[in-house]
């Protein structure tokens, strides 16, 4: 056996015997999985309890209202027959949001054709607080277009385009999700590689022999390579079972761009794990630096959401091309010669981190 | 014995920051040679050993190993030694089997190979009865051998031994000393270093005492104590504590005192053992020891140093 593949061998077999490894490598994508899944897997992923106090002498009309409102599925009604009381709920959070229906509402409705409803909002949330405005003020839209015929005076024609797929939140989810073991999980295995065999004192023997520091890297890649493809493959067959998005599972172009992507992410870690003095250092180096990480590469929101100088910042990371191959992979139908870029920017990008570990190798390990 | 050298260092240095940690040194090892480095801890020896194995980078010299010039040819200089140091450099979940094929691996061996060696191993280390088992499952006897085999696993010619035996109660100890023979009597150039005296002496056919980073003697343990350890001497132990009275009684010979014990120097001791026993008896003090002490390598290091070899710790 070459020595290249003599340490991905050892590798791979010591991941097998560390139970404590191998159980948190399979648990950590299903616990995330089974997590996302609970959260986004639903039809609608958000519902909140609002309190409601209906004070209307004719309740015909207010209960039209509160039954559109209620149609929405986005929230559970709690009954209240005071505001007070109501919002003493609302101060403990019990409920998100207090609406309050005066007396003469369905009176002034029909003969004044304007009537006023009051809507107490939970600010401590403002996600929250924002979506349930929104969903009151186009229930009451809507409902007083259809009561009253009431007609808006500019008509919004409203399409919604879609490249490739059409698409859900849980659709443009898991490419999101299948970054988290390009970014995590080839990080903090690398991490490991090099740093470990200097505390056990095992890199003295590999030192001492003539493998080439290349090797060294390539052989550790080898073995980190397997284990993220481990947490890959369990995340994807969870992510079809679970959540059944409707996304294009190329694998002959997924693969590759996941191939180029967990290079990227070993690479980062094995320069973390020749500069670590011990293992708990460069554990928590690769920790802080892929958590900072997933905010810049697109993993779960558009960088665009980010201020501009720092979206200049998740441009020139690697990982972003990736996160941004597989939606368009999976979402986008992308082909081959869409993911040139991409691909040829991952490739010279992990051949410069393989460079800097190198010479890092050279110079921190072996000095 | 070869003619030829196998192993050559010449004006060798090595600074941490301020301090020099290999002074200056120089010296060659014969092919087949056993050669031993001793000193006490601190003196240079794991450090020198270190950059012979190009696990440390040095300031100044030159070392030629095998032929190959260990700056130039350094993965050829590292193919030829098998390097074993104090800790035991096994991967406690792997068997041993598994780290033999890994170190095997290291070097690219072939599984031909590999089977040959692992069969070295077992009929000249004795492992083969814990081949399959776990190496946490050992004990430190067995995980020495155990290293011991996966240094030298690619069948080096030089083989160094960085003090092999530290820590290993006596039996193990001259079990691990003949394991060191057997590699001997295979060809093998064996380099190791040690602050056990006995052990230098014992299986070492030359021997350089290290101190402050520098070769202070170096030749034959027998010439050594011949040449620096001076004359067998008269060592005498009294019963009762009665050291000044035997002193007064043997004021005619050169008497010292080491630790309660009374050394009297002679050219031939042989000729005055009776004559002293007998004077000490007659005046009432008896002994527990009277016995001639040759000169050991630890008095070659006392008279090099002034100083023992155990009495200093950490070695860096």
Redesign the interface.
Known sequence: ???T???A??DI??FF??RGTLFWTMAFPILIMLLFTAIFGRQIPFNATIGLVNNDNQPTLSEGLISVFNSTGLFTIKNFTTQTDALKELNATTVRAVITIPQNFSQDLMSLGHATVSLVVDGTSPDAAQLIRSAFKTSVVAYYKAVLNYTEPITVDEETSFVGQKVGYKENLVPGMLCYPLLFSSMVVSTGAIVYERE???L?????????PINVLIGKTIAALFQTAITILIMAVLAVTLLAPALNWNVQLLIPIMFLGSMNGIALGLIISCIGRAPQEASNAATTIAIVLQFFIGMYFPIEYLPTYLQQIGKVIPMTYAAQALRDIMIRNATFADLLIPMLTLTLSAAILYGIGVLLYRRWVE? | MGQKMIIEVEGLVKHYGEVKAVDGVSFSVEEGETFGLLGPNGAGKTTLMEIMCGLRRFDQGKVTIHGFDLVKDSIKVRASIGFCPQETLLYDLLSVRENLAFSAALYSMSSKKFKERVEFSSKVLGVSEFLKRRVQQLSGGMKRRANLAASIIHDPPIVILDEPTVGFDPTIKREFWELIRNLKSYGKTVLLSTHDMYEADEICDRVAIMEKGKIAALDKPHVLKKTIGGEPSLHIKVKESRVKKALKILEKYKCTVVADEIQVSATNPWEIMTEVSDKLVSQGVYTDKVEIVEPSLEDVFIKLSGRRLTEEEGEK
């Open positions: 056996m070459n020595s593949m003599g340490i061998v050892k077999k010591y015997r560390e056990r004192g095992t003295k023997k590999i030192r001492a022999s003539p493998i080439r000095k």
